[in-house]
C-alpha cells in the first residue's frame, strides 16, 4: 500500500495557518477543523513546518503569554515529508522514529495531503478485515484452492 492509496481514500483537504498567526489562532483552527496539527505555509502554499496539539502544550508550559507567541517561533521547522508513492510501511517508520504522527505528503514541491497515524490504522484494518474474510472463505470452502 502506498501513500497515494492513503490520500485517495481520505482526500487530499490539508489544513495550513501563515506562521505570523499567532499559537491561539492555530488551536482555534485545530478544534474548529478537528485536526492535531496544521502545515505551516508561506508564499504560495509552501510548507515550511507543522504546529501540533503537542507543540503547542510543550509552549504553553513555559510561559503565561503563550497564546499570543508567533507560531513561527514553536513551530517544528525539520519538517519531515513523504511522497505519494512511499510505501505506508516507510511512513511508518518515519513516524516511530521520530515519535510524531503526522506527515505531510509533497508532489512536486506541493502540498498534495497529509497522513496520520490514524488514517495509517484505519488503512491496515481495512486491510486486514479483508484478508479475514478471504481466509475463512477459502477455510470454509467457498473458495477454490
Same mark, same amino acid.
Given at each position: 500500500? +502506498?501513500?497515494?492509496? *492513503?490520500?485517495?481514500? @481520505?482526500?487530499?483537504?490539508?489544513?495550513?495557518?501563515?506562521?505570523? +498567526?499567532t499559537?491561539i =489562532?492555530?488551536? =482555534?483552527?485545530m478544534?474548529?477543523?478537528?485536526? #492535531?496539527? $496544521?502545515?505551516?505555509?508561506?508564499? !504560495?502554499?509552501?510548507?515550511? #513546518?507543522?504546529i501540533t496539539?503537542?507543540?503547542?502544550?510543550?509552549?504553553?508550559g513555559?510561559?503565561?503569554?503563550? @497564546?499570543?507567541?508567533?507560531?513561527s517561533?514553536?513551530?517544528?521547522?525539520?519538517?519531515? *515529508? #513523504?511522497?505519494? !508513492?512511499?510505501?505506508i510501511?516507510v511512513?511508518?517508520?518515519?513516524m516511530? =522514529?521520530?515519535?510524531?504522527r503526522?506527515?505531510?505528503?509533497? =508532489?512536486?514541491k +506541493?502540498?498534495? #495531503?497529509i497522513?496520520?497515524?490514524?488514517?495509517?490504522?484505519?488503512?491496515? $484494518? +481495512?486491510?486486514?478485515?479483508?484478508?479475514?474474510r478471504?481466509?475463512?472463505a477459502?477455510?470454509? !470452502? @467457498?473458495y477454490?484452492?
Open positions: 500500500m +502506498k501513500a497515494s492509496d *492513503i490520500l485517495k481514500e @481520505k482526500g487530499s483537504m490539508v489544513r495550513t495557518i501563515s506562521p505570523d +498567526k499559537v =489562532q492555530a488551536l =482555534q483552527s478544534i474548529e477543523n478537528k485536526v #492535531g496539527s $496544521l502545515v505551516v505555509t508561506e508564499r !504560495g502554499n509552501t510548507p515550511v #513546518g507543522i496539539e503537542r507543540d503547542i502544550l510543550r509552549h504553553a513555559r510561559t503565561d503569554a503563550w @497564546k499570543e507567541t508567533s507560531i517561533k514553536i513551530m517544528t521547522k525539520n519538517l519531515i *515529508i #513523504g511522497f505519494p !508513492g512511499d510505501d510501511e511512513i511508518m517508520a518515519l516511530t =522514529q521520530n515519535r510524531f503526522h506527515v505531510p505528503i509533497l =508532489q512536486d +506541493k502540498l498534495a #495531503g497522513i496520520s497515524i490514524g488514517d495509517i490504522v484505519k488503512a491496515k $484494518l +481495512k486491510d486486514v478485515k479483508a484478508e479475514n478471504y481466509l475463512n477459502y477455510i470454509m !470452502g @467457498k477454490p484452492a
